[in-house]
């Protein structure tokens, strides 16, 4: 059997990347990053699409180099065709289907949540075996999305359980906006976080029925008592922000793992797994350790380069569609919204 190489380009958001498995273990993995939208507070579609022009090139010959491969070595390209910033989603797009084209070799397209879940599956050696059993839950939390999936196969995922206004990562981004602290918030709360009191303070928590999510209202609560804290002392913020961040932190990761509890109850199913950028914050991780103990989990976490957005986890994808004969058309478009399953919806409209 001839060796399978796969080239993954992710450009959902403002990280260019490109990574080369082959036979499913993972040989490259590069990523270019935006430093522009740090002035801004967030990303900025258009200056997003502009730097992925800019990168897109430079990112997956640099991804081949390391790789130690040719193009023409290549069987397939995997490319994100969806969700995230439709702009940047057809930089990484219109380029995968060039370069396909020209190679004369199948283009896959991958669904962008549908990678991180499957970030999991991602082989950095041959004897690599981390992965969890099918099935599984894992808890997708991202600044985007907030969802806990039914992992049944890589191609098999059920939501059952998302939020119906903001996710925990927008939510972490906001209130650290509100704090004049930075962006991107999450690395920001989750470092001040660590020597903070986690009980200073109490804000609102949802009462959502089911598994659904909800952090509008933790969000307008944390707003309204900074608002009132700031009118009594104008540097309240400065004097309390480790214990500001550590209360934010602990009611979101509460938030989150009260309903985790309840789907793998529910379900019956111990084998667990979080994916997503939030699942870089140690508070989180710390809390799936924990569980692990109390409730007899059997926990997977990702490691930190595979947590946000990175190629690799687009590369297993298309590596697994591969294996299935499961290629898209030179006409498939991008989209910007879709919820799991959709791409193939899409394709065959």
Not at 51 to 66: E, G, T
Not at 68 to 94: D, Y
Request: charged share 20%; net charge negative; glycine share 8%.
């Amino acid at each position: 059997m001839n060796d399978i190489y796969i080239l993954g380009i992710e450009s959902s958001c403002d990280d260019t990347s490109a990574a080369v498995l082959k036979n499913g273990v993972l040989l490259s993995n590069v990523t270019a990053s935006q430093a522009v939208h740090e002035a801004y507070g967030g990303v900025v579609p258009e200056l997003a699409s502009r730097a992925h022009q800019q990168n897109v090139v430079p990112v997956v010959d640099q991804a081949l180099q390391r790789a130690g491969i040719g193009r023409e070595q290549l069987s397939a390209i995997a490319f994100t065709r969806g969700p995230g910033l439709m702009g940047s989603l057809l930089v990484g797009v219109s380029f995968a289907k060039g370069m396909a084209r020209s190679l004369g070799i199948p283009m896959i397209d991958v669904n962008h949540l549908q990678g991180h879940v499957m970030a999991h599956f991602i082989k950095e050696s041959e004897d690599d075996n981390h992965q969890p059993p099918l099935p599984f839950l894992c808890l997708l939390v991202s600044g985007g999305n907030s969802q806990i999936v039914k992992v049944n196969a890589y191609n098999d995922m059920e939501v059952i359980g998302q939020t119906i206004d903001d996710a925990a990562g927008e939510a972490i981004d906001k209130c650290s906006k509100v704090m004049g602290l930075g962006y991107p918030g999450g690395p920001i709360i989750d470092r001040l976080a660590r020597k903070g009191n986690p009980h200073a303070y109490q804000f609102s928590e949802p009462h959502i029925p089911g598994l659904n999510y909800s952090f509008s209202g933790l969000k307008t609560s944390f707003l309204y008592n900074l608002r009132d804290w700031v009118k009594e002392d104008p540097d309240f913020v400065e004097h309390h922000k480790e214990d500001l961040a550590a209360s934010l932190e602990y009611t979101i990761v509460d938030i989150l793992m009260k309903k985790l509890r309840l789907a793998a109850k529910q379900t019956g199913i111990k084998h667990v797994a979080v994916a997503g950028g939030v699942s870089a914050n140690n508070g989180l991780r710390n809390a799936f350790a924990e569980h692990a103990r109390k409730y007899g989990w059997t926990i997977y976490i990702p490691k930190f380069s595979f947590t946000t957005d990175n190629a690799a986890m687009i590369a297993i994808v298309g590596h697994y569609k591969y294996l299935d004969k499961d290629f898209c058309a030179i006409d498939a478009p991008a989209f910007a919204k879709t919820t799991f399953g959709a791409p193939s919806e899409e394709k065959d409209k």
